[in-house]
């Protein structure tokens, strides 16, 4: 992400222990390899869980042992305790 992202983003994001520096190189999705960023941040900060829509993702299902959801199978799984 950019400077100017990171400047034009919502602050609770700007926060140092909400952002993850890459730290290995990942080809895992050949078809995007912006997909493979995704999954970059998602390693180097320990994620339990990325929650996309893009369909080269989502077919992982997994990556190493973090979950790949949709925004409703995530909403399903794991915040059932708000609905």
């Not at 994001?13 to 999705?29: D, F, N």
């Not at 970059?40 to 994620?47: D, L």
């Not at 409703?72 to 059932?80: E, G, T």
Request: zero cysteines; proline letters at 5%.
């Amino acid at each position: 992400m950019s400077a100017i992202r990171l400047e034009r983003s919502p602050r609770r994001i700007h926060r140092p222990e909400h952002l993850s520096v890459p730290t290995e190189r990942i080809r895992a999705v050949e078809a995007d390899p912006f997909d493979n960023l995704v999954l970059e941040a998602a390693v180097a900060g320990n994620a339990g869980a990325i929650v996309s829509g893009d369909r080269e993702v989502l077919a992982l299902k997994r990556f190493r042992s973090i979950q790949i959801l949709t925004a409703r199978a995530f909403a399903i799984a794991h915040l059932q305790t708000f609905a």
